[in-house]
T-cell receptor
Framework: KAGVTQTPRYLIKTRGQQVTLSCSPI?????VSWYQQTPGQGLQFLFE???????NKGNFPGRFSGRQFSNSRSEMNVSTLELGDSALYLC????????????FGPGTRLTVL | GEDVEQSLFLSVREGDSSVINCTYT??????LYWYKQEPGAGLQLLTY?????DMKQDQRLTVLLNKKDKHLSLRIADTQTGDSAIYFC??????????FGAGTRLTVKP
């Protein structure tokens, strides 16, 4: 069974631009969560989607948004990029809400110049 | 907020056992995890334990949970150079909103 895939793997943007990252969960998994990993803040939860609905949200500004499609694939969008948004963005999928474990993708490394 | 704390560095010799420790503050934690991150890669789930368990063993990995002290440890037996990585402890009440420690960088010397 294929794992969680994320595209693109690497991305370079400039301040003020916007970016969209994509995540395809493991086949059959319906829950997708997003995390930001930075050297200074570590791993932080962004939001979680299940059945196309955002179920949980971390403490991030409104510039960070996401959505989930009917096939459980998810995208996250960051608008008006800031230098501090440079990070590894990790997506994780699980079978259901509140059960099982999460399986992480390889991440998208975003660099904001 | 709720915290998960780990020591940042651990260095061991190949063949020795490694013990990585973690403490957490959220008493409602239900799931406790250990993830491994190799350079340039995402997170790999190593093992997890439910809060009603004291111990879980999986091949070279042993997880010990002291729920009273909110202390979690990961023991890697016969540590190999391929075990060199950053190990993250994480906890969750509902398995979706996870809180991670800062990660422990394990260096295995030949």
């Amino acid at each position: 069974k294929a794992g969680v895939t994320q595209t693109p793997r690497y991305l370079i943007k400039t301040r003020g631009q916007q970016v969209t990252l994509s995540c395809s969960p493991i086949s059959g998994h319906r829950s997708v969560s997003w995390y930001q990993q930075t050297p200074g803040q570590g791993l932080q939860f962004l939001f979680e989607y299940f059945s196309e609905t955002q179920r949980n949200k971390g403490n991030f500004p409104g510039r960070f948004s996401g959505r989930q499609f009917s096939n459980s694939r998810s995208e996250m969008n960051v608008s008006t990029l800031e230098l501090g948004d440079s990070a590894l963005y990790l997506c994780a999928s699980s079978l259901r809400l509140g059960t099982d474990t999460q399986y992480f993708g390889p991440g998208t490394r975003l660099t904001v110049l | 907020g709720e915290d998960v704390e780990q020591s940042l560095f651990l260095s061991v010799r190949e063949g020795d056992s490694s013990v990585i420790n973690c403490t957490y503050t959220d008493s409602s934690s239900t799931y406790l995890y250990w993830y491994k991150q190799e350079p340039g890669a995402g997170l790999q789930l190593l093992t997890y334990i439910f809060s009603n368990m004291d111990m879980k063993q999986d091949q070279r990995l042993t997880v010990l949970l002291n729920k009273k002290d909110k202390h979690l440890s990961l023991r890697i037996a016969d540590t190999q150079t391929g075990d060199s990585a950053i190990y993250f402890c994480a906890e969750s009440e509902n398995n979706n909103d996870m809180r991670f420690g800062a990660g422990t960088r394990l260096t295995v010397k030949p």
